[in-house]
T-cell receptor, first 113, second 114 residues
Framework: AQSVTQPDIHITVSEGASLELRCNYS??????LFWYVQSPGQGLQLLLKYFSGDTLVQGIKGFEAEFKRSQSSFNLRKPSVHWSDAAEYFC???????????FGKGTHLIIQP | SAVISQKPSRDICQRGTSLTIQCQVD?????MFWYRQQPGQSLTLIATANQGSEATYESGFVIDKFPISRPNLTFSTLTVSNMSPEDSSIYLC???????????FGPGTRLLVL
């Protein structure tokens, strides 16, 4: 069965500092990997996705993620965070198409001024 | 990406009653999905709805409790039946971006059961 682990429940980062959110997955085939962000009271917004090809993918809002097959990881990074980045971040894995997604438990990002 | 709307955006209901949540998409999509997000938790897939066929439910979810309709390619409903306080959650629908192998989510329906 597929699973996603986000080991950090909460992360606090100073505004302007760099950010890395960790995601490890367990999947039997080539995974489709996603990062979504959920701001308070909002739905989920897609940040970026990886299916194949270049293992470093760029997303919206200055985020990027790197797929490392050997480590079963898909960590999200941003070089300089803004106060508006405070939100809940979810990593998800799926098979694409008609299959639903399996989500990690999420990481709550707090931005310190 | 598709534009997805859900109605109602939030509701407060009494235990034992039922609530039907609507999900509308601005374009035709093959697959629609329903997820539950319990307070402080992650998202869990309830079922997958393909137009013209019965919904496919995940383990732990049954049709009697969460009946789903998918009458056309732009619309779906999820009913939460015989509600209890444990059903208090955010219910989100999502759709597959045609040809994108990606799911896009609606804004969610926040349900509180008293």
């Amino acid at each position: 069965a597929q699973s996603v682990t986000q080991p950090d429940i909460h992360i606090t980062v100073s505004e302007g500092a760099s950010l890395e959110l960790r995601c490890n997955y367990s999947y039997g085939a080539t995974p489709y990997l996603f990062w979504y962000v959920q701001s308070p009271g909002q739905g989920l917004q897609l940040l970026l996705k990886y299916f194949s090809g270049d293992t470093l993918v760029q997303g919206i809002k200055g985020f990027e993620a790197e797929f490392k097959r050997s480590q079963s990881s898909f960590n999200l990074r941003k070089p300089s965070v803004h106060w508006s980045d405070a939100a809940e971040y979810f990593c998800a894995v799926g098979a694409g198409g008609a299959d639903g997604l399996t989500f990690g438990k999420g990481t709550h990002l707090i931005i310190q001024p | 990406s598709a534009v997805i709307s859900q109605k109602p955006s939030r509701d407060i209901c009494q235990r034992g009653t039922s609530l039907t949540i609507q999900c509308q998409v601005d374009s035709q999509v093959t697959m629609m999905f329903w997820y539950r997000q319990q307070p402080g938790q992650s998202l869990t897939l309830i079922a997958t709805a393909n137009q013209g066929s019965e919904a496919t439910y995940e383990s732990g979810f049954v049709i009697d409790k969460f009946p789903i309709s998918r009458p056309n390619l732009t619309f779906s409903t999820l009913t939460v039946s015989n509600m209890s306080p444990e059903d208090s959650s955010i219910y989100l629908c999502s759709v597959d971006g045609q040809g994108e192998e990606t799911q896009y989510f609606g804004p969610g329906t926040r349900l509180l059961v008293l």
